[in-house]
């Protein structure tokens, strides 16, 4: 996978950019030379990594609820997208429970708010819509998803993602025929510095290590697909391209790390645990809690085969990454620096894998 110039002066619209995934990604977008059209809520989070990276405010940001379908359309008529980054959700499992409708309303509703928006914008090549790796109808029998596998979700968050996979592909097949290629994303457990969201289990121990207490787990042995910030989003962007440029026409990919990367939660906190300071170590929470899947992974195979595509970071180097932001963070080095360096690391090893495997083709076309 190449970041090439592509992206230079393209017009991209970019939903949900202060959030955690939508604020590493606005920040490369920027580094690549996008014009870049965002739309969000207000950060959730203090801190907030938007507020740490953002430059001197953009004109071309807007405080808005992909909800109010209006005020949508009005800025995507303004924007004039080219690619739209569609990363904007409510994102979190328990908060699902507490707001299912809500939930609905963002996931499905605002999904579709934006693509009625987009219906017959005239520059417009691709959409990337990113949902999740809960998307899957999970019988945690242990095989790893592929994308023509059923959707379904038990918990409000993972249904409302299958629902919006449903739309998508409703949208596309009716509303968008012989237009802009229209697809989704499905990515696994994000963790990288500058998160600080709630009931995330880095953010968690994050917070754990301040106030030097022992981290409570509500499921220490559940495995997840854990991969850092960067890995999903060069996918996505590696997706974005070749949707516009006509070198694939996928409808959905998986973007999942390597199987040696589906780790127990503990496991997870273990390999961190020094790295954050987390000196009291963990403990199983006491209580009831809503059910949430104990084996999800994913198989990203068709994402290799059709972009190129693949994890540059095993578990280890994830972790380390991941750990190292926030000590480097807390010991006062810049958020914005602190990120442009991982992204700048992140493009030097694709560079690297790109050589590697024209060496490998060369030495096997030789006689």
């Known amino acids: 996978m190449n970041m090439s110039a592509f992206w230079s002066g393209r017009r991209v619209l970019l939903t949900g950019h202060t959030g955690f995934k939508g604020a590493w ?3 490369w977008l920027e580094r ?29 940001a807007a405080t808005l609820d992909i909800r109010d379908g209006a005020a949508l359309a009005a800025f995507a008529r303004e924007a004039r997208p080219s690619v739209v980054l569609h990363l904007a959700a409510q994102a979190l499992v328990r908060v ?22 987009l ?46 996979e449903i739309a998508v592909a409703s949208l596309r097949d009716s509303l968008f025929v012989g237009g802009p290629r229209i697809a989704t994303a499905r990515a696994g457990n994000v ?17 754990a290590a301040a106030r030097g207490d022992a981290l409570e787990l509500r499921s220490p042995d559940a495995v997840r697909p854990w991969q850092h910030v960067l890995e999903p989003l060069a996918g996505y962007l590696a997706f974005a391209e070749a949707l516009a440029t006509g070198r694939t026409a996928e409808t959905a990919l998986n973007f999942g790390p390597d199987p040696e990367a589906f780790a127990r939660v503990r496991e997870l906190v273990d390999a961190m645990r020094d790295g954050l300071g987390l000196a009291q170590g963990w403990r199983p929470q006491p ?71 024209a060496l490998s083709r060369d ?5």
């Open 96 to 117: 699902s429970y507490a707001d299912p409708a809500g939930t609905f309303a963002t996931n499905v509703g605002g999904t579709v708010n934006l693509l009625t928006a």
């Open 191 to 207: 963790i990288g510095g500058g998160d600080w969201s709630a009931d995330r289990i880095v953010p968690d121990m994050v917070r």
């Open 32 to 60: 690549l030379g996008a014009e870049t059209w965002s739309l969000a809520l207000p950060a959730a989070t203090q801190p907030s990594l938007h507020a740490l990276v953002a430059r001197a405010p953009d004109q071309r």
């Open 363 to 367: 030495r096997t076309a030789r006689p």
């Open 287 to 357: 209580g009831e809690h809503p059910r949430e899947a104990g084996l999800l992974t994913l198989d990203s195979t068709r994402a290799r085969d059709t972009l190129g595509w693949r994890p540059l970071l095993d578990f280890r180097s994830a972790a380390e990454w991941t750990a190292r932001w926030y000590a480097d963070w807390r010991a006062g080095a810049d958020a914005r620096a602190l990120c442009l360096a991982q992204i700048a690391a992140y493009e030097a090893l694709s560079r690297e894998a790109l050589s590697r495997q």
């Open 119 to 164: 219906r017959g914008a005239p520059e417009l090549e691709a959409v990337v819509v990113a949902t999740t790796d809960k998307v899957y109808a999970n019988d945690e029998a242990g095989r790893p998803f592929v994308e023509t596998d059923a959707l379904g979700g038990h918990d409000p968050y993972s249904a409302s993602k299958a629902c919006c």
């Open 25 to 27: 990604l606005s920040l």
